[in-house]
């Protein structure tokens, strides 16, 4: 299966610290992405790696691939409370679909 | 900026009824995606659409159908409805599969809860 798996499954760490989350996965993909969503809602586009970039940044969000491991990691700096949410790895392998990884439960306490 | 709009956002409805669900993705976007969560699952590809034509295919059930229109919008069509069935249901659009346009933009759901 191209899910990709992510751990840990549940972090929780205090305002101001960072966090970092892991996704790995099995099969060869074009494009990794990593998506936030808060409790019952959306799912918000966070960044997009592709499969010959090996780090990208946006503001306090840093991703990083290694295509040789088959994993990539979603940092989050100087987190603060409104950053509490899932965070799925998204793995792009195909011409369309798109598939979820398991998700990380992050708590950031105040 | 205009977003991914879907309707209804909730719904509820008997085992066996029929239900459908729609989805307008963002202007000049010509790929529309369906995806179905489970409480407590991550996300999963139910079937995409790329210029009103079936592009991919994932864990549909043979009860669901799903169309994109002329004005690309698309609608998922749902019979014979199952317990199991209730899930949020979200839709996602992009622009020019395969290139820039990768990022797919998700709609808020329709949270479907079937009795």
């Known amino acids: 299966s191209q899910q990709g798996e992510e751990d840990p499954q549940a972090l929780s760490i205090q305002e101001g610290e960072n966090a970092t989350m892991n996704c790995s996965y099995k099969?060869?993909?074009?494009?990794l992405q990593w998506y936030r969503q808060n409790s019952g809602r959306g799912l918000v586009h966070l960044i997009l790696i592709r499969s010959n970039e090996r780090e990208k940044h946006s503001g306090r969000l840093r991703v990083t691939l290694d295509t040789s491991k088959k994993s990539s990691s979603l940092l989050i700096t100087a987190s603060r409370a409104a950053d509490t949410a899932s965070y799925f790895c998204a793995l792009r392998g195909g011409y369309q679909k798109v598939t979820f990884g398991t998700g990380t439960k992050l708590q950031v306490i105040p | 900026a205009a977003g991914v709009i879907q309707s209804p956002r909730h719904l509820i409805k008997e085992k066996r009824e029929t239900a459908t669900l729609k989805c307008y993705p963002i202007?000049?976007?010509?790929?529309v995606y369906w995806y179905q969560q489970g409480p407590g699952q991550d996300p999963q590809f139910l079937i995409s659409?790329?210029?009103?034509?079936?592009?991919d295919k994932g864990s549909i059930p043979d009860r669901f159908s799903a169309q994109q229109f002329s004005d690309y919008h698309s609608e998922l069509n749902m019979s014979s409805l199952e317990l199991g069935d209730s899930a949020l249901y979200f839709c996602a659009s992009s622009s020019a599969p395969g290139t820039s346009g990768d990022t797919q933009y998700f709609g808020p759901g329709t949270r479907l809860t079937v009795l």
């Open positions: 202007p000049r976007h010509d790929t």
């Open positions: 099969t060869s993909i074009n494009n």
């Open positions: 659409f790329y210029e009103k034509m079936q592009s």
